[in-house]
Nanobody, 123 residues
Framework: QGRPVESGGGVVLAGGSLRLSCVLP????????MGWFRQAPGKERVFVSA???????YYADFVLGRFTISRDNAKTSAYLQMNSLKPDDTAVYYC?????????????????WGQGTQVTVSA
């Protein structure tokens, strides 16, 4: 069981798009819930989105309609497509994996965390 590894962060103008990727080398990947969280400068880490083993998706209100989460079990990967980015989306984005629980917006539902990838949206 490895740790999630994120990629795809960068600098983008407001209104632009980025696609984050998360690879988790795990034979049980298809049974895990995959989540994305973010931490803006000076703020606590917050839930962004999650996808469970049945491809059911969950989103924070502030990204609904702009971000899309997906997974590819064959590649043991999860993705976060981010469109219509705003300066307020600037943060370090973390990928997390876990066996899930009753509230996927909670960090305690996840067992493994990546190091994070920086997303900067300039006005």
């Amino acid at each position: 069981q490895g740790r999630p590894v994120e990629s795809g962060g960068g600098v983008v103008l407001a209104g632009g798009s980025l696609r984050l990727s998360c690879v988790l080398p795990a034979s049980s990947f298809r049974s895990y819930v995959m989540g994305w969280f973010r931490q803006a400068p000076g703020k606590e880490r917050v839930f962004v989105s999650a996808i469970n083993w049945n491809d059911r998706t969950y989103y924070a209100d502030f990204v609904l309609g702009r971000f899309t989460i997906s997974r590819d079990n064959a590649k043991t990967s999860a993705y976060l497509q981010m469109n219509s980015l705003k300066p307020d989306d600037t943060a370090v984005y973390y990928c997390a994996a876990g066996r899930g629980g009753p509230d996927l917006t909670r960090e305690s539902e996840y067992d493994w965390w990546g190091q994070g990838t920086q997303v900067t949206v300039s006005a």
